[in-house]
């Protein structure tokens, strides 16, 4: 099969699982007592099914490769992928697990979260098959530390993506028992675009300039990206370090799923082999949009929301 004949032009390797969003509660929640909650939203929540949801947005051709309960939860994260057009022929319904949930309770302007994995840290390697990885152009990987089950052989996993013929991305996200324990020396020469944000960066490299960042990881890699919230984001490639500013949003409703927009925007024109400085720029303008509208997929609707928002917002075409 040739590169360009295949299926799919992403295949998004990932944790799948809801939010349980609580907001307007009036203090916080005391063992042995009961509070009230004004508000309650259920969405799809997990970075890897908003990058996923916003990239097909932007008209990418997308399927996913998950594993979810059998289940209530389960069933909402199908249906909400497929009305995002994504394909979900690769994720397994497992009678075994149940699909995870996150209880996201907003007090003032920060959060209390508990989650529950369930599914996610069942997915295993060997669950991803030649027929997956051969059926799309490009495969993206998020949320490394969160998927217990694939995390051992992450190096496997990226070496078949390669062998399959696919270019490669990985965003590792938040390790929450921040020990960062990935073999990162193996992993990243498999990695065509790599893309943590700053802090990530930070505690994986132990380096807080970025500027020694991108000597250390320098040879290990093709594309390192770095996200830097308001400051935008940096490229780095064959020697060559681009600053893009960020399109800056004075009235932000938040920033949950910004960088997963980010990467749909960057990861949408870099498989059309488009030049760093533009994929920077349009990854830019999709965190920017991110944050115009409350939660990860909120702005990204439909491809004509997304569009009006980049021209009314940020003054930006496409
Ligand atoms: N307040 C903001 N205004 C405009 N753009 C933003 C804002 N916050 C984030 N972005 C854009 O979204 C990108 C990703 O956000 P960032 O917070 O750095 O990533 P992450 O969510 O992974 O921490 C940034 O590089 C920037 O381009
Ligand atoms: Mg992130």
Redesign the pocket.
């Known amino acids: 099969m040739t590169k360009n004949k295949r299926k799919f032009d992403v295949l998004v390797v990932g944790e799948l699982n809801v939010d349980i969003i609580f907001n307007g509660i009036n203090s916080l929640p005391a063992i042995g007592k009961e509070i009230l909650s004004k508000e309650m939203t259920l969405t799809m929540g997990s970075s890897s099914a908003i990058f996923a949801a916003n990239i097909s947005m932007l008209g990418v051709k997308t399927a996913f490769a998950g594993r979810v309960g059998n289940d209530i939860f389960g069933s909402m994260v199908l249906d909400t992928l497929k009305s995002k057009k994504i394909d979900t022929r690769f994720i397994y319904v497992s009678n075994s697990d149940k699909t995870g949930a996150t209880v996201v309770l907003n007090y003032d302007n920060d959060r209390a979260m508990v989650t529950f994995p369930g599914s996610m840290e069942n997915l295993t390697e060997k669950d991803i098959t030649d027929e997956m990885l051969h059926s799309a152009r490009h495969m993206h990987l998020s949320s490394a530390f969160l998927q217990k089950g694939l995390k051992p052989d992450i190096v496997k996993l990226f070496e078949r993506a390669k062998n399959a013929g696919m270019t490669t991305s990985l965003d590792v996200q938040w390790d929450p028992e921040e020990k960062w324990d990935l073999p990162f020396d193996r992993l990243l020469p498999l990695v065509d675009v790599f893309l943590p944000?700053k802090q990530e960066l930070t505690a994986i490299t132990g380096k807080t300039d970025i500027k020694d960042v991108f000597r250390v990881l320098d040879t290990k890699t093709n594309t390192i990206v770095v996200?830097?919230?308001?400051e935008?984001?940096m490229g780095f490639k064959e020697g060559q370090l681009i600053h893009v500013p960020?399109?800056?949003?004075e009235s932000?409703e938040d920033?949950i799923g910004?960088?997963d927009s980010?990467n749909a925007g960057f990861i949408s024109k870099y498989i059309q082999n488009k030049p760093l400085g533009e994929c920077l720029e349009f990854?830019?303008l999709m965190?920017?949009v991110?944050?115009t509208a409350a939660g990860g997929t909120g702005a990204f609707q439909t491809p004509e929301q997304v569009k009006e928002i980049a021209k009314k917002r940020f003054g930006k075409e496409f």
Do not use: D, I, R
């Open positions: 944000n996200k830097m919230s308001t935008g984001s960020a399109f800056l949003n932000v920033a910004a960088g980010f990854g830019n965190g920017a991110n944050t």
